[in-house]
């Protein structure tokens, strides 16, 4: 629904919201939750901006832009149900919010399965990759 601009606005600032993110959260060595790809900087930052640019989207959806093919982008917004964008907005931040919900949980779950069936490697061989990959000598 966004046009160029706001695509180049979403853009730039997911890279300056990247950039910061990872200037102010802990290094992944001194991560509680051992992100050592700097996943919550990449993926999930991004994927809250993105869920929020799509909030603002669907304020911003106006009947006058779209005429009677909102309905196509916002199915809510045709009939039967005819939602305000105000409304549409607010189902699509629902949306984010069990959206994230579903991640916590998920994600809570996969870390438990993890610790059930993977042994931990003593902490001398933590952030250390000669264990996963062969080198000769």
Request: a negative charge; aromatic letters at 8%; glycine letters at 14%.
């Amino acid at each position: 629904v966004a046009g160029p601009g706001g695509a180049v606005g979403m853009g730039f600032t997911a890279g300056i919201l990247c950039v910061l993110l990872r200037r102010v959260l802990p290094w992944p060595s001194e991560n509680p939750c051992g992100d050592t790809c700097g996943v919550t900087y990449v993926h999930g930052a991004m994927g809250l901006l993105g869920g929020l640019g799509g909030v603002i989207s669907a304020a911003a959806a106006s009947d006058v832009v779209y005429g009677n093919d909102i309905s196509t982008l916002f199915p809510g917004r045709g009939p039967p149900t005819n939602w305000s964008a105000s409304t549409q907005a607010l189902h699509q931040f629902y949306a984010l919010l069990i959206t994230i919900g579903i991640s916590l949980v998920s994600g809570a779950f996969t870390a438990l399965l993890a610790k059930v069936l993977i042994p931990p490697p003593p902490p001398e061989e933590y952030y250390e990759d000669s264990v996963a990959f062969g080198k000769e000598d």
